[in-house]
């Protein structure tokens, strides 16, 4: 079994939508949790940055944490075509720099 | 904030020779940096750590002695890849982080075709 698990997709979604990406994991030790977007040929670009359980919100991004259910998710509000792209979860321990990825999920937005 | 950048985004070159790719952190000081080969359509895979001015920790199976990883500052990094052999050619991204932050910035990537 993987330390992270993420659905690879495709997910497809019409202009407007809400998108929901999530994690799994194992390692109850984790206590970072990031979400990377990653557009076609090149590096990730970090979205968003959590520690612990709760939500965090930025513009139409939200970054959700749930260590007791070792789950975590990005919901998009009103999905744009430029949204299209891969979404990578990342989580870390406490004792650790090393990030572990998540397979990443493609997701796609049409017009 | 947090820009790092990578040099050069693309490079070819033949089977026997040695290739640097160079990563920066352009407005932050980078005390960890690190350095990761991606495949088509699969996620990140960690190559090696770097801390400046010690040597780099490599992953298990990765050849340090191919994959020669300096990092003489706090800005900058460079990854050699020597004597390339096509089974090389990847998508070559490092990132880099500050003190105290488990986040990580990422370069835009250099994919590297081996010929």
């Known amino acids: 079994q993987k330390e992270v698990e993420q659905d690879p997709g495709p997910l497809s979604v019409p202009e407007g939508a809400i998108v929901s990406l999530n994690c799994t994991y194992s390692?109850?030790?984790?206590?970072?949790f990031m979400w990377y977007r990653q557009y076609s040929r090149k590096g990730p670009e970090l979205l968003m940055y959590?520690?612990?359980?709760g939500n965090k919100e930025d513009g139409r991004f939200t970054a959700q944490v749930d260590k007791s259910s070792k789950y975590i998710s990005l919901f998009i509000r009103d999905s744009q075509p430029s949204d299209s792209a891969t979404y990578l979860c990342?989580?870390?321990?406490?004792?650790?720099?090393?990030?572990?990825f998540g397979t990443g999920t493609r997701l796609q937005v049409f017009p | 904030g947090a820009v790092v950048s990578q040099h050069p985004s693309r490079v070819i070159c033949k089977s026997g020779t040695s290739v640097k790719i160079e990563c920066r952190s352009l407005?932050?000081?980078?005390?960890?940096m690190f350095w990761y080969r991606q495949f088509p359509k699969q996620s990140l895979m960690l190559m090696a750590t770097?801390?400046?001015?010690?040597?780099?920790?490599?992953e298990q199976g990765v050849e340090k002695d191919k994959f020669l990883i300096n990092h003489a500052s706090l800005t900058l990094s460079t990854l050699t890849v020597t004597s390339a052999h096509p089974e090389d050619s990847s998508f070559y991204i490092c990132?880099?982080?500050?003190?105290?932050?488990?986040?990580?910035?990422f370069g835009p990537g250099t994919r590297l075709t081996v010929t």
């Open positions: 959590t520690y612990s359980s």
């Open positions: 990132s880099a982080s500050f003190a105290g932050g488990n986040e990580q910035y």
């Open positions: 990342a989580m870390s321990p406490y004792n650790t720099d090393k990030l572990i």
């Open positions: 390692n109850s030790a984790f206590q970072y």
């Open positions: 407005d932050f000081q980078a005390t960890t």
């Open positions: 770097s801390n400046e001015g010690s040597k780099a920790t490599y």
